[in-house]
Protein backbone atom coordinates (compact mmCIF):
# COMPACT_ATOMS: atom_id res chain seq x y z
CA UNK A 1 0.00 0.00 0.00
CA UNK A 2 1.34 3.22 -0.93
CA UNK A 3 1.93 5.70 2.46
CA UNK A 4 1.46 8.96 2.24
CA UNK A 5 3.33 11.93 4.31
CA UNK A 6 1.75 13.92 6.79
CA UNK A 7 2.62 17.66 7.82
CA UNK A 8 1.64 18.74 10.66
CA UNK A 9 1.20 22.56 12.18
CA UNK A 10 0.99 23.15 15.93
CA UNK A 11 1.69 19.49 16.84
CA UNK A 12 2.79 21.18 20.42
CA UNK A 13 -0.93 22.82 20.81
CA UNK A 14 -4.63 21.05 22.51
CA UNK A 15 -6.01 20.01 19.30
CA UNK A 16 -2.65 19.74 17.17
CA UNK A 17 -1.51 16.92 20.21
CA UNK A 18 -4.92 14.82 19.30
CA UNK A 19 -3.53 15.09 15.26
CA UNK A 20 -0.40 14.11 16.18
CA UNK A 21 -0.82 11.07 18.31
CA UNK A 22 -3.45 10.05 16.06
CA UNK A 23 -1.19 10.32 12.69
CA UNK A 24 1.20 8.23 14.38
CA UNK A 25 -1.49 5.51 15.29
CA UNK A 26 -2.60 5.62 11.18
CA UNK A 27 -0.86 2.93 9.09
CA UNK A 28 -1.67 5.32 6.22
CA UNK A 29 0.59 7.62 7.18
CA UNK A 30 4.14 6.46 6.30
CA UNK A 31 5.56 9.39 7.65
CA UNK A 32 4.50 12.45 10.04
CA UNK A 33 6.43 15.45 9.88
CA UNK A 34 5.96 18.64 12.07
CA UNK A 35 7.25 22.32 12.18
CA UNK A 36 7.57 23.32 15.39
CA UNK A 37 9.49 26.10 16.71
CA UNK A 38 10.61 23.86 20.26
CA UNK A 39 11.47 20.38 20.01
CA UNK A 40 8.58 17.98 21.57
CA UNK A 41 9.37 15.40 23.28
CA UNK A 42 7.96 12.69 21.42
CA UNK A 43 9.72 9.77 19.67
CA UNK A 44 8.12 7.87 17.24
CA UNK A 45 10.01 5.62 13.98
CA UNK A 46 7.79 7.11 11.84
CA UNK A 47 7.36 11.06 13.01
CA UNK A 48 9.85 13.56 11.50
CA UNK A 49 10.55 16.86 13.53
CA UNK A 50 11.73 19.74 12.43
CA UNK A 51 12.42 22.50 14.20
CA UNK A 52 11.96 25.62 12.56
CA UNK A 53 12.08 29.75 12.11
CA UNK A 54 8.38 31.01 11.33
CA UNK A 55 9.52 33.86 10.64
CA UNK A 56 11.97 32.65 8.15
CA UNK A 57 10.28 30.21 6.35
CA UNK A 58 12.35 30.58 3.35
CA UNK A 59 14.98 28.84 5.06
CA UNK A 60 13.13 25.79 5.57
CA UNK A 61 11.28 25.98 2.00
CA UNK A 62 12.44 22.51 1.37
CA UNK A 63 11.15 21.35 4.57
CA UNK A 64 7.63 22.56 4.16
CA UNK A 65 6.56 19.11 2.10
CA UNK A 66 3.56 16.46 2.60
CA UNK A 67 0.96 15.05 0.69
CA UNK A 68 -1.99 16.15 3.64
CA UNK A 69 -0.91 19.51 5.66
CA UNK A 70 -2.89 19.36 8.95
CA UNK A 71 -2.62 23.25 10.26
CA UNK A 72 -3.33 23.69 14.11
CA UNK A 73 -1.90 26.83 14.55
CA UNK A 74 -2.78 29.47 16.88
CA UNK A 75 -2.75 31.94 19.23
CA UNK A 76 -4.72 34.29 21.40
CA UNK A 77 -4.78 37.74 21.49
CA UNK A 78 -3.25 37.97 25.03
CA UNK A 79 -0.65 35.39 24.16
CA UNK A 80 0.24 37.40 21.05
CA UNK A 81 0.30 40.53 22.50
CA UNK A 82 -1.20 42.83 19.38
CA UNK A 83 -3.17 42.52 16.79
CA UNK A 84 -0.73 42.47 14.47
CA UNK A 85 1.52 39.17 16.28
CA UNK A 86 -2.10 37.54 16.55
CA UNK A 87 -2.70 37.84 12.60
CA UNK A 88 0.98 36.60 11.62
CA UNK A 89 0.65 33.15 13.58
CA UNK A 90 -3.07 32.87 12.77
CA UNK A 91 -3.01 34.37 9.10
CA UNK A 92 0.85 34.76 7.46
CA UNK A 93 2.21 31.36 9.13
CA UNK A 94 -0.30 29.31 7.72
CA UNK A 95 -0.51 31.21 4.75
CA UNK A 96 3.06 30.99 3.97
CA UNK A 97 3.57 27.50 4.62
CA UNK A 98 0.08 26.67 1.96
CA UNK A 99 1.63 28.17 -0.39
CA UNK A 100 5.54 26.68 -0.32
CA UNK A 101 3.84 23.05 0.86
CA UNK A 102 1.56 23.04 -2.46
CA UNK A 103 4.49 24.02 -4.63
CA UNK A 104 6.46 21.12 -3.05
CA UNK A 105 3.20 18.95 -4.08
CA UNK A 106 1.25 18.94 -1.39
CA UNK A 107 -2.44 17.73 -2.30
CA UNK A 108 -4.89 18.34 0.69
CA UNK A 109 -4.69 21.42 2.80
CA UNK A 110 -6.52 21.42 6.51
CA UNK A 111 -7.04 23.42 8.80
CA UNK A 112 -9.01 24.73 11.64
CA UNK A 113 -10.49 28.38 11.71
CA UNK A 114 -13.61 28.73 14.12
CA UNK A 115 -17.00 29.13 14.20
CA UNK A 116 -17.89 32.50 12.60
CA UNK A 117 -15.40 32.86 10.89
CA UNK A 118 -15.69 36.04 8.10
CA UNK A 119 -13.55 38.03 6.66
CA UNK A 120 -16.14 40.81 7.71
CA UNK A 121 -17.11 39.95 10.45
CA UNK A 122 -17.10 42.84 12.94
CA UNK A 123 -14.74 40.89 15.76
CA UNK A 124 -11.09 41.08 14.68
CA UNK A 125 -10.80 36.93 15.87
CA UNK A 126 -13.20 35.48 13.35
CA UNK A 127 -12.43 38.69 9.96
CA UNK A 128 -8.90 36.96 10.28
CA UNK A 129 -9.67 33.31 10.63
CA UNK A 130 -12.13 34.32 8.13
CA UNK A 131 -9.44 35.98 5.79
CA UNK A 132 -7.09 32.55 5.93
CA UNK A 133 -10.02 30.40 4.78
CA UNK A 134 -10.40 33.33 1.89
CA UNK A 135 -6.61 32.75 1.25
CA UNK A 136 -6.28 29.05 1.43
CA UNK A 137 -9.03 28.83 -0.98
CA UNK A 138 -7.72 30.73 -3.39
CA UNK A 139 -4.78 28.25 -3.17
CA UNK A 140 -4.63 25.68 -6.08
CA UNK A 141 -5.21 22.70 -4.00
CA UNK A 142 -6.97 19.51 -4.72
CA UNK A 143 -8.48 19.63 -1.78
CA UNK A 144 -8.91 22.11 0.78
CA UNK A 145 -10.90 20.92 4.14
CA UNK A 146 -11.95 23.67 6.68
CA UNK A 147 -13.45 22.66 10.08
CA UNK A 148 -14.82 25.93 11.83
CA UNK A 149 -15.11 24.21 15.64
CA UNK A 150 -16.94 26.11 18.48
CA UNK A 151 -15.25 26.45 22.09
CA UNK A 152 -13.24 23.92 22.51
CA UNK A 153 -12.94 21.36 25.26
CA UNK A 154 -9.69 19.89 26.87
CA UNK A 155 -6.60 19.97 28.99
CA UNK A 156 -4.58 22.65 28.42
CA UNK A 157 -1.67 23.45 30.24
CA UNK A 158 -1.54 26.31 31.57
CA UNK A 159 -5.02 26.53 31.32
CA UNK A 160 -6.28 29.68 30.16
CA UNK A 161 -8.84 31.09 33.29
CA UNK A 162 -11.75 32.88 30.62
CA UNK A 163 -11.47 29.45 28.65
CA UNK A 164 -11.84 26.94 31.72
CA UNK A 165 -15.51 29.11 32.89
CA UNK A 166 -16.63 29.21 29.23
CA UNK A 167 -16.26 25.33 29.30
CA UNK A 168 -17.94 24.90 32.14
CA UNK A 169 -20.55 27.56 31.21
CA UNK A 170 -20.92 26.01 27.64
CA UNK A 171 -20.68 22.16 28.98
CA UNK A 172 -23.29 23.51 31.34
CA UNK A 173 -25.91 24.86 28.65
CA UNK A 174 -25.29 22.38 26.08
CA UNK A 175 -28.14 20.46 26.42
CA UNK A 176 -30.12 23.33 25.26
CA UNK A 177 -27.76 24.08 21.68
CA UNK A 178 -30.28 21.84 19.74
CA UNK A 179 -31.55 22.73 15.95
CA UNK A 180 -30.02 25.47 14.01
CA UNK A 181 -27.74 25.74 17.95
CA UNK A 182 -26.33 22.65 17.94
CA UNK A 183 -23.06 24.18 16.36
CA UNK A 184 -22.90 26.67 19.09
CA UNK A 185 -22.41 23.36 21.44
CA UNK A 186 -18.43 22.89 23.04
CA UNK A 187 -16.80 20.14 21.39
CA UNK A 188 -13.87 17.73 22.63
CA UNK A 189 -10.05 19.38 20.87
CA UNK A 190 -9.28 15.25 20.72
CA UNK A 191 -13.23 15.26 18.28
CA UNK A 192 -11.83 17.81 16.40
CA UNK A 193 -8.50 15.99 15.56
CA UNK A 194 -10.25 12.44 14.90
CA UNK A 195 -12.59 14.22 12.49
CA UNK A 196 -9.20 16.08 10.87
CA UNK A 197 -8.11 12.88 10.13
CA UNK A 198 -11.38 11.09 8.96
CA UNK A 199 -11.70 13.55 5.99
CA UNK A 200 -7.79 13.55 5.47
CA UNK A 201 -8.84 10.12 4.83
CA UNK A 202 -11.49 10.77 2.45
CA UNK A 203 -10.03 13.64 0.42
CA UNK A 204 -13.37 15.04 -0.60
CA UNK A 205 -11.97 17.22 -3.97
CA UNK A 206 -12.64 21.11 -3.87
CA UNK A 207 -12.93 23.29 -0.78
CA UNK A 208 -15.08 21.79 1.67
CA UNK A 209 -16.49 23.29 5.62
CA UNK A 210 -17.20 21.80 8.64
CA UNK A 211 -19.16 23.43 10.94
CA UNK A 212 -18.75 22.14 14.61
CA UNK A 213 -22.04 20.14 14.93
CA UNK A 214 -20.58 18.10 11.42
CA UNK A 215 -17.18 18.02 12.88
CA UNK A 216 -19.52 15.96 15.99
CA UNK A 217 -21.02 13.72 13.78
CA UNK A 218 -17.97 12.84 11.44
CA UNK A 219 -16.39 11.96 14.77
CA UNK A 220 -19.42 10.21 16.17
CA UNK A 221 -19.70 8.46 12.92
CA UNK A 222 -23.11 9.90 12.12
CA UNK A 223 -22.90 12.31 9.49
CA UNK A 224 -25.63 13.93 8.96
CA UNK A 225 -26.44 16.45 5.93
CA UNK A 226 -24.26 16.94 3.41
CA UNK A 227 -21.83 19.94 3.49
CA UNK A 228 -23.20 23.05 2.62
CA UNK A 229 -21.68 24.20 -0.69
CA UNK A 230 -18.51 26.03 0.15
CA UNK A 231 -19.50 28.88 -2.66
CA UNK A 232 -16.60 31.04 -4.72
CA UNK A 233 -14.20 32.85 -2.87
CA UNK A 234 -15.34 35.72 -0.84
CA UNK A 235 -18.98 34.33 -0.32
CA UNK A 236 -18.17 32.39 2.51
N1 LIG B 1 -9.59 27.47 21.96
C1 LIG B 1 -10.79 27.41 21.42
O1 LIG B 1 -11.82 27.30 22.08
C2 LIG B 1 -10.91 27.49 19.91
C3 LIG B 1 -12.19 27.53 19.34
C4 LIG B 1 -12.30 27.55 17.95
C5 LIG B 1 -11.17 27.51 17.16
N2 LIG B 1 -9.93 27.51 17.74
C6 LIG B 1 -8.76 27.46 16.85
O2 LIG B 1 -8.34 26.11 16.77
C7 LIG B 1 -6.93 26.06 16.47
C8 LIG B 1 -6.25 25.10 17.45
O3 LIG B 1 -6.49 25.58 18.77
P1 LIG B 1 -5.72 24.97 20.01
O4 LIG B 1 -6.46 25.40 21.22
O5 LIG B 1 -5.44 23.52 19.77
O6 LIG B 1 -4.36 25.80 19.92
P2 LIG B 1 -3.18 25.81 20.98
O7 LIG B 1 -3.32 24.72 21.97
O8 LIG B 1 -3.06 27.20 21.52
O9 LIG B 1 -1.91 25.47 20.07
C9 LIG B 1 -1.48 26.39 19.14
C10 LIG B 1 -0.30 25.85 18.36
O10 LIG B 1 0.23 26.94 17.58
C11 LIG B 1 1.60 27.10 17.87
N3 LIG B 1 2.02 28.51 17.87
C12 LIG B 1 1.46 29.52 18.56
N4 LIG B 1 2.16 30.66 18.38
C13 LIG B 1 3.19 30.33 17.55
C14 LIG B 1 4.26 31.06 16.99
N5 LIG B 1 4.44 32.36 17.24
N6 LIG B 1 5.13 30.42 16.18
C15 LIG B 1 4.98 29.10 15.92
N7 LIG B 1 3.98 28.34 16.43
C16 LIG B 1 3.09 28.95 17.23
C17 LIG B 1 1.80 26.54 19.26
O11 LIG B 1 3.17 26.20 19.40
P3 LIG B 1 3.96 26.44 20.78
O12 LIG B 1 3.60 25.27 21.66
O13 LIG B 1 5.37 26.47 20.36
O14 LIG B 1 3.47 27.74 21.34
C18 LIG B 1 0.84 25.35 19.25
O15 LIG B 1 1.46 24.23 18.66
C19 LIG B 1 -6.43 27.50 16.57
O16 LIG B 1 -6.33 28.03 15.27
C20 LIG B 1 -7.53 28.21 17.34
O17 LIG B 1 -7.62 29.58 17.00
C21 LIG B 1 -9.77 27.48 19.09
Redesign the pocket.
Known amino acids: MKTRTALL?????????HCLRLLLEDEAYGKVRTL???PLSVEHPRLEQQVID?DQLDGAAALITGDDVF??????MK??GSRA?FR???FT?PHEIAKRALNNGAEQFL?????GAHPRSRFY?SRV?GDIEQAIRALDYRSVQIF?????L?D?HPS?RG?KL?MSLGRACSFLMTGPMRKYR?IA?ET?ASAMLAIAREQPKGVNIFPSHRIQAIHDGTPSAPAPPAGPPGLI
Open positions: LGASGLVGGVRRFCCLGTTQAARVDYIITSLYKRPSLLGRREGPAV
